[in-house]
C-alpha cells in the first residue's frame, strides 16, 4: 500500500517501480516533516524523480545529508572541490560510458552505499535514459524451490570488471586503474533483507558478484546467469528520460540500473553523490 503525501503529488511512471515527484523545489532548505515524506516516497517507489531542480554541487550535498551520510567512492576519479561529488560524464567521442550493464554501485565494498542521487546538468537532444529494475519483484516472483536453494548463499563480488587496468578505455569518467590497485573482494547474501522495510530482494549483479561462496565460477555461472536475466524482466523496470535539472534518488539495496549508451556524438553531464549503506544481511 503506497502513503499518502501532504507536500508534493507523486505520480509512479511504470506499475513496478519509480514516481515522479512534483510541487516542491529541493534546492531550498526543507524542514522535518518534508525530508521524512520524501524518505517514505523513496521507500514506496524504491526510486524518485524530480524535474526542473537547479543545484549547486553544495546544494546537492545538502540534499543529500538529510536522509545520510555521504560516501566517498573509492575508484571514481575526483573533479572539483568537493570529493563526495561525482562527475559523470560523457564527452561526444567517448565510446563507453559507465553503468552501461545492469548493476547495483559500488557492490564489491564490505557496505555498499545505499542511495545515490544523479543531477543532471546537460543532456543530448535524445537518449541518455536510465532503466531501473525492483529487486523486491525480482525475488518474490522466483520459485519456491530457487528460494530455498538461495537462502544463506553468498555471491562473493568484486570490481575487477569496473576498475583496474583497461577500465578507462573510451570512457569519459575515470575510475582508478594505477598500479598499486588491487581488486576489493567482499561476499555478500544472494537474497538481501532491506533494514527499513524488512523485504527481501535479490542481490547480485554482473558488475561485481563473479561466483557463489564455496563453488567454483563454472559451478556458478549458470545460475548467476539466470539470476542476472531474470532480475531485469521488462516487468520490473521503469525508464527515466534525463533533461537538464532533472534528479534521480534511488534505493540501492533493492534496485538495479544501467545507463543506455545510444547518443554517440552528444556530450551528457551528471553530478552524483551517494549515501553510505550498512552491510548487506
Known sequence: MKSEYRHFTVKPVSGSVGALVEGIDISQDLDGDVIAEIRQ???????IFFHDQHLSDERLMTFGRYFGDLYLHPNLAKKGPHPEVIHVVKEPDATRVVGAEWHTDTGHVACPPMAAILHALETPPKGGD???????????????GLKATLDGLKAVHDDSRVAGPNANKGRSTQTRDDVDWQPTVNAHPVVR??????????????????YFEGMTQAESAPLLRYLFDH??????TCRFCWAPGSVAFWDNRCLKHIAVNDYHGHRRDMR??????????
Do not use: C
Open 231 to 236: 532480475a531485469t524482466r521488462p516487468e520490473f
Open 41 to 47: 516516497a523513496w521507500l514506496d517507489h524504491l526510486v
Open 272 to 281: 552524483r553523490v551517494q549515501l553510505a549503506g550498512d552491510r548487506p544481511v
Open 130 to 144: 536510465t532503466l531501473f529494475a525492483n529487486q523486491y519483484l525480482a525475488y518474490e516472483t522466483l520459485s519456491d
Open 193 to 210: 533483507t532491506h533494514p527499513e522495510t524488512g523485504r527481501k530482494a535479490l542481490y547480485v549483479n554482473i558488475a561485481s558478484a563473479h
